[in-house]
């Protein structure tokens, strides 16, 4: 994409920046459509209808609500740390985003190629962490205070299962760049890693359960990373009001429901790379039957999405379905569980990759 | 001056200008914050360099590590504006002669190294060769490094148990 | 041990109960309406906004005092002879004008307090509920028929009968009561 663009324009600086417009673009179009979708779905499964008023069973009522939240005042209190209030939001953002930098939505359409995506993807969600932390201490509040730190608390030690599955998805396919691990899982579904990977052969059939639990503990973890229900012990609306972002209004407010909605798809294409082959369609590509390869790349960006979207659906069907974890359960699940299946499944995935 | 070079400069100017607020702000949460930008700053740099496994290990280990367990140590303590950090100066003439001595040395070696200035080529992937090193040359330090890591672990662990007793 | 991989189990399992739960939920139909669109059949005798038939008001002032929140303002002026109100429509002759009958539906509670007493049933419960404004002056409803002029008409033709009677008495001594309330608007 960069080299496209750079060639294209031949100026590094503005090749740059349109590759960077591209995920932002994205993420903009996603949070637009994810929280109606959020809407619809918690409706519908609550047997409403949700909003039906701006547009097609309202589809526009986010647009709406973004124009009324532009058009607020933007209060700060006066207890609070001015400075470091400010930049919160924006570093929250930015980790979110920068995220999307090595995300490979096509085989065509990625922005960096670098070799550690993986490693790097991990990294920078700890700018979220710091942002959060610096919310909820500069707004002087409470309930912020006490978000931030449940926050903090929660995300550094989710960290670790879902480090430890990427560890073992690692070992298995022996790059940390998600473009290759895009690539390994190609033309069919069983060559997705779930299913065990792409080389025919007896560890393919003894690697299928542990990907599940793999996949399973690594959409648990992840979901626990991005505070959604029933990890939402940060911003628990009815103990903590928002938690840390109780005292942020309008567009700054926004910024953070666009980084929650960032994240969230972020963490579905993370999983969906690792375990269900990333861009790749899961029944060969119509561009390749019919001799159109220009189709293809588009394919891969429509089927990346189409997975994504799917696991975004799952966390908000979860969100709906389950109540919210206590904080002692919280810490429970994640040490006395997910660790240690997390560490027995990449003990045992590594056996199986040596044989 | 190159494209890079620019963004080299703005990495370095975010780096020494955030270390300045972090030793002369008053605030200590303050400081801890600014040293979030100092660590980014410097995995920037290395970036530029062409070290990129360094850089993503700089901002996991210090951003999201150590610089969130400082963060929570800060906002622990009872006093986080107006601190005085600054203690009393004792001994101001053999603290010069000393600090004269070890500036003067530090640009001496500056001056006299012969560093290698012409443009390396940038490896593509730096992650195996660390791997290979790491397992290789450098295995015992790296195994040395581990066992210390988990003594602290287990001595943190340890200490954190006795209190209930 | 066994414990722990049976809490585990558990922990999986109940949540792919619960999820089947609400996956079937997410087809069920709503059981909401649309509201400004379709609206529910109110029940009999539902309370909302309140209306005075003034043809039938004898300005009796009962449905003012019993309103626990005064949200009723009624003043009166009594007719002069061979004036004709008419009668109620059940029987009851006016011998009042009602000048004024302000109810400010923003402070009212819809208790229903006021529809008791009314001694001919003219203040009632209507079934509109849908009275937003934009200007909190235009919740105050104004029921009285008489236009100001007639109204300061028949005020003035109250005085004046007032002051002849005054002057035919022996002692020209004004009502009181009367007098003041006129007097302190
Ligand atoms: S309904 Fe109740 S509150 Fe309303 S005017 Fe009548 S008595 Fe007053
Ligand atoms: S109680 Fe009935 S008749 Fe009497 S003033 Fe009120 S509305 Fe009129």
């Known amino acids: 994409m960069y080299q496209f663009l750079y060639n294209l324009i031949g100026n590094e600086l503005i090749a740059g920046l349109l590759v960077a417009v591209v995920p932002l673009t994205i993420i903009l179009v996603f949070a637009l459509f994810g929280i109606w979708l959020e809407r619809k779905v918690s409706a519908h499964m609550q047997d409403r209808l949700g909003p039906m008023r701006t547009g097609w069973h309202g589809w526009l009522q986010t647009v709406a609500d973004l124009m009324k939240m532009l058009q607020k005042e933007d209060i700060v209190a006066t207890g609070a740390d001015k400075t470091l209030y400010n930049i919160a939001p924006i570093l929250v953002f930015t980790g979110s985003f920068a995220a999307y930098a090595v995300i490979p939505f096509s085989s065509k359409l990625l922005g960096s190629e670098v070799e550690i995506g993986l490693f790097y993807v991990l990294a920078i969600s700890s700018l979220v962490v710091a942002g959060i932390l610096m919310a909820g201490w500069s707004a002087n509040n409470k309930y912020s205070l006490l978000g931030a730190m449940r926050a903090a608390a929660q995300i550094i030690s989710y960290e670790i299962p879902t480090a430890l599955i990427v560890l073992s998805m690692v070992m298995l396919t022996g790059t940390l760049s998600l473009d290759k691990i895009s690539q390994m899982q190609t033309s069919s579904f069983w060559n997705w890693n779930i299913f065990g990977g792409a080389i025919f052969g007896l560890s393919k059939f003894l690697l299928i359960p542990f990907m599940f639990v793999g996949a399973m503990i690594i959409f648990i973890s992840t979901l626990a990373e991005v505070n959604r229900v029933p990890f939402d012990i940060p911003e628990a609306e009815s103990e903590l009001v928002a938690g840390y972002f109780t005292e942020y209004c309008g567009m700054k407010w926004g910024m953070f429901m666009l980084a929650e909605y960032g994240n969230m798809f972020a963490v579905s294409a993370i999983v969906s790379i690792l375990f269900f082959g990333g861009y790749q369609s899961p029944i060969g590509y119509l561009g390749n039957s019919i001799g159109a390869q220009w189709l293809v790349p588009f394919e891969q960006g429509f089927w990346f999405i189409a997975k994504g979207l799917t696991l975004v659906f799952v966390q908000m069907w979860l969100r709906w379905t389950l109540p919210r974890l206590r904080v002692d359960q919280l810490m429970t699940v994640c040490w006395k569980y997910l660790i240690p299946y997390a560490f027995i499944n990449l003990i045992i995935i590594g056996i199986i990759s040596i044989l | ?165 | 041990m066994k414990q722990y991989f049976k809490n585990t189990w558990d922990g999986l399992f109940t949540v792919f109960i619960g999820m089947k739960v609400t996956f079937k939920h997410l087809f069920t139909p709503a059981v909401t309406i649309q509201y400004p669109d379709i609206k529910v059949k109110l029940p009999d005798r539902v309370r909302n906004r309140l209306y005075v038939n003034m043809d039938d008001c004898i300005g009796c002032d009962q449905c003012s005092r019993a309103c626990p929140v005064s949200c009723i303002e009624i003043e009166t002026v009594k007719s002069i002879p061979g004036e004709d109100l008419g009668f109620t429509s059940n029987g009851k002759k006016k011998a009042l004008w009602v000048t004024k009958f302000d109810i400010d539906i923003a402070k009212c509670c819809y208790c229903q307090l006021c529809v008791f007493p009314c001694p001919t049933e003219c203040i009632y419960m209507t079934d509109v509920y849908e009275f937003a404004e934009y200007e909190r002056s235009n919740f105050i409803y104004k029921f009285a028929t008489l236009t100001n002029e007639e109204a300061a008409q028949k005020k003035i033709n109250y005085e004046k009968l007032q002051a002849e009677k005054a002057a035919a008495a022996a002692k020209p001594k004004p009502e009181t009561p009367a007098q003041t309330e006129n007097k302190s608007e």
């Open chain 2, 1 to 165: 001056m190159n494209f890079y070079d620019i963004i080299f400069y703005i990495f370095a100017a975010i780096t020494l200008l955030s270390a300045l607020f972090v030793v002369t702000t008053r605030n200590i949460v303050h400081s801890a914050f600014y040293l979030l930008f100092t660590f980014f700053g410097v995995a920037g740099i290395y970036v530029l360099l062409g070290a990129d496994f360094i850089a993503i290990s700089q901002i996991l280990i210090y951003v999201g590590g150590i610089l969130i367990l400082l963060l929570f140590g800060v906002m622990l303590t009872n006093k986080i504006t107006n601190v005085e950090i600054r203690t009393g100066t004792v001994h101001m003439l053999p603290a010069a002669i000393a600090s004269g001595i070890f500036m003067g040395a530090v640009v001496a070696v500056m001056v006299w190294t012969e560093w290698k200035s012409e443009p390396s080529v940038i490896p593509l992937t730096t992650t195996k060769d660390i791997g290979h090193l790491l397992l290789t040359d450098y295995v015992l330090i790296f195994e040395l490094l581990g066992i210390l890591l988990l003594v602290a672990l287990i001595g943190a662990a340890s200490i954190a148990r006795r209190d209930k007793e």
